[in-house]
């Protein structure tokens, strides 16, 4: 049912910068805030990027999100291994009579 | 600090339904709004729906008909069932406390229990 499309893997060694990409339409990421969350795994999944660009208490300043139009884009700097991960983008979708709306997700590699 | 914890059956067949309670322990219930979530190996993160702070619920169009979310104030608890299961449902399922400033369009989780594996089996 996702209507935001995300690639599906994304890599880089360590000390690179990701940049991951989220693509939307207007009835979602054209008109609301863009969120991204962190999925380890066996681990909950983790706010990281709220209102398109702000950090919650406690996220590292090497993850940075973005908005333009329909399309947002989350930026990994500094690239540990711990960052190995699954990241989603999400916002609500004002379509249907409105429902919140998760990414396709990328898998992010440290190599 | 704010935990969710959440409990519920994990083995379930098709046609039954599937009904799963998260408590919430620290900080305050009845000013939140609070999502259920679940995570699939075939479909990623799925929004369920969620319960306001009023009590009124908002539920994914997709499975609208078959959920149903409620809270109980007095204990701190919100809870979801989910009926005429099939294999699809089954999944990783999250609580989460709901953040919206307000407005739907900031709406995102911050906090999150720690998940209940369900199957859905014959």
């Known amino acids: 049912q996702s209507v935001l499309t995300q690639p599906p893997s994304a890599s880089g060694t360590p000390g690179q910068r990701v ?3 989220c693509s939307g339409s207007s009835s979602n990421i054209g008109t609301n805030s ?9 681990t909950a999944p983790r706010l990281l990027i709220y209102n398109n660009n702000q950090w919650p208490s406690g996220v590292s300043d090497r ?3 973005s908005k333009s139009g329909t399309s947002a884009s989350l930026a990994i700097s500094g690239l540990q291994s711990e960052d190995e991960a699954d990241y989603y983008c999400a916002a609500w979708d004002d379509s ?8 396709t997700g990328t898998k992010v590699t440290v190599l | 600090q704010v935990r969710l914890h959440q409990w ?3 083995l379930l067949e098709p046609s039954e339904t599937l009904s799963l309670t998260c408590g919430v322990y620290g900080g305050s219930f009845s000013v939140y709004s609070w999502a259920w979530i679940r995570q699939s190996p075939g479909t990623g993160l799925e929004w369920i729906g ?3 702070h009023s009590g009124g619920t908002n539920y994914n169009p997709s ?3 078959r959920v149903t979310i409620s809270r109980d104030t007095s204990n701190n608890q919100f809870s979801l069932r989910l009926n005429s299961l099939v294999a699809a449902d089954t999944a990783l399922y999250f609580c989460a406390r709901v953040r919206r400033d307000g407005y739907n369009r900031f709406l995102r989780f911050d906090y999150w229990g720690q998940g209940s594996p369900v199957t859905v089996s014959s």
Request: no cysteine.
């Open chain 1, 34 to 42: 863009v969120n991204w969350y962190q999925l380890l795994p066996g």
């Open chain 2, 8 to 10: 519920g059956a994990g």
């Open chain 1, 63 to 65: 993850f940075s999100g």
């Open chain 2, 63 to 65: 499975l609208k008909s």
């Open chain 1, 19 to 21: 940049t991951i990409s």
């Open chain 1, 96 to 103: 249907l009579g409105g429902f919140y709306v998760f990414g």
């Open chain 2, 50 to 52: 969620q319960i306001t």
